[in-house]
Antibody, heavy 118, light 110 residues
Framework: QMQLVQSGAEVKKTGSSVKVSCKAS????????LHWVRQAPRQALEWMGW????????NYAQKFQDRVTITRDRSMSTAYMELSSLRSEDTAMYYC???????????WGQGTMVTVSS | QSVLTQPPSASGTPGQRVTISCSGS????????VNWYQQLPGTAPKLLIY???QRPSGVPDRFSGSKSGTSASLAISGLQSEDEADYYC???????????FGGGTKLTVL
């Protein structure tokens, strides 16, 4: 079955960076856009950006433009989201999600908790 | 402040019908399709409704969606205790060139 499996929880210091991975299986990795969405504790979902695994093109939310980098390794069917200059407000669950033909996120990773503290 | 506006909470008793609204603008709901996601406590979101009113395989027909102009709605009929969850609407925004979500609605089954 189609699934996305993310890397484990991270605890980071303020000002550092975190890189979260998302491995796809059960479908052709290059056929679907891969998005990243985050959710701070008890807050709403917040879209961060996407990557086209086929050619590596990216599009980021303006809020994260200067701090986020989304990449992929086609040979590993894995996408990565790196967020730099971490601050306490970046403490959140980070999800990867695959966009289906219906233009909806029909496959979600299990989430990666990132905790930022001083 | 979310781009799409949802009521923060909704409630109903088992068997009742409840609706959750989602209000947007011409650049998002007004020009693109709306999707709805269900997030059970402690889990990742799950696609509930896509393309305004389509249900993925496995989603009960108790769930239905609609869209009119710059607003959309999710209806749940025959409410069950397992429907207690957070519900999010989402759409693409052409002006922001971004995917936008509502603030989420917490559904309580009394």
């Amino acid at each position: 079955q189609m699934q996305l499996v993310q890397s484990g929880a991270e605890v980071k210091k303020t000002g550092s960076s975190v890189k979260v991975s998302c491995k796809a299986s059960g479908y052709t990795f290059t056929y679907r856009y891969l998005h990243w969405v985050r959710q701070a504790p008890r807050q709403a979902l917040e879209w961060m950006g996407w990557i086209t695994p086929f050619n590596g093109n990216t599009n980021y939310a303006q809020k994260f433009q200067d701090r986020v980098t989304i990449t992929r390794d086609r040979s590993m069917s894995t996408a990565y989201m790196e967020l730099s200059s971490l601050r306490s407000e970046d403490t959140a669950m980070y999800y990867c999600a695959s966009l289906g033909a219906s233009d909806a996120f029909d496959i979600w990773g299990q989430g990666t908790m990132v905790t930022v503290s001083s | 402040q979310s781009v799409l506006t949802q009521p923060p909470s909704a409630s109903g008793t088992p068997g009742q019908r409840v609706t959750i609204s989602c209000s947007g603008s011409s650049s998002n709901i007004g020009s693109n399709t709306v999707n709805w996601y269900q997030q059970l406590p402690g889990t990742a979101p799950k696609l509930l409704i896509y393309s305004n009113n389509q249900r993925p395989s496995g989603v009960p027909d108790r769930f239905s969606g609609s869209k009119s102009g710059t607003s959309a709605s999710l209806a749940i009929s025959g409410l069950q205790s397992e429907d207690e969850a957070d519900y999010y609407c989402a759409a693409w925004d052409d002006s922001l060139n971004a995917s936008v979500f509502g603030g989420g609605t917490k559904l309580t089954v009394l």
